[in-house]
Each structure stands twice: as C-alpha cells, then as structure tokens.
C-alpha cells in the first residue's frame, strides 16, 4: 500500500535534536542519486562547523522523518568581488527514497523560503550537480533560474522570493 500524499496540517520541519538524531542520519535517498547529494550525517557536521549560517531541520510527516533539509542564512558569496553580495539559500535537501515524488521536497523548499522571507530575504539561492538524474527540472519546476555562475562544479540558480 503507497502512502497518501501528505497534507500540509501532517508536514513540518523540525530542528535535528537528540531525540530524532538517529531517524535524520537514517534518511538515504535512492541509490542512483547518491553522487548528487551528500549524506545527511555530512550536512549535519558541515551544520555544527558553520553553525553561525546552517540552519539545519528533519522534515517530519505524522511522527516519520521522512527527509532532510539544511539551509544557509546570510553568507558573502564571493566577498571579495563584491563584499554586498550577501545570499541565503537552500544548501541540502535529501527526502527518503521511500518517499519521493509525494511532495516532501517542494514542501520542503517552501518552508524554507517562507523562512528567508521571514529573515527578511528577497532571493533564494541553490545550487545542483548536472547530469543524469540532476535535481535540475525539479528546481526549475518550482521557479529556480541559472544565474550563468557555478560553485564547486555546481549550478547556481535563484528564486526570487514574493514580498508580503
């Protein structure tokens, strides 16, 4: 039996604490995507060595974790071309294989854009591999654009963010 798409009053984010520790470090997307994200423990130490930008939360369905998302809050781009160039955006998003295509990452990615409004925000940035099996077509469907500029090999895309 699939499980029903998640309704909104089901789904929130959660911070990573010690009591859903283990079921965070647990989510693994599917096999063929290993290459295009880093695994969740990753995130969550790069989380405690940045801890000044990350912003690191379980996306939790009912009482399951069913992914992860981390975000990065007012980082200097590229400090030394133009110290202004001051981004926030969408660093990690890894959703269970078991739970893909059910609306768990474009929930995920809402919530965190409501977040960096809420910061006071008026873009979000994210970045992605290319190639086979890219999180490229997901990114774009939600309203992503290629600013021309990579990161690490990575494609860096932008959304502007509605103001209230």
Known sequence: MTN???T???LRLEPVTTENFDAVCAVSVRSDQAH???PVVKSLA???????????RAIVDGDEVVGF???FLDIAWNAAADPRDIRSGLWRLNISAAHQSKGYGRFAVAAVTAELRRLGATHAYVTWEPGPGSPEPFYLALGFRPTGEESAGQKVAVLKLPTA
Do not use: D, G, N, R
């Not at 790069?46 to 690191?56: L, N």
């Open 4 to 6: 029903p798409t998640p």
């Open 8 to 10: 909104p009053s089901s």
């Open 36 to 38: 295009l994200v880093a």
């Open 46 to 56: 790069e989380a405690y060595v940045h801890a000044e930008t990350a912003w690191p």
């Open 69 to 71: 998302v981390m975000a």
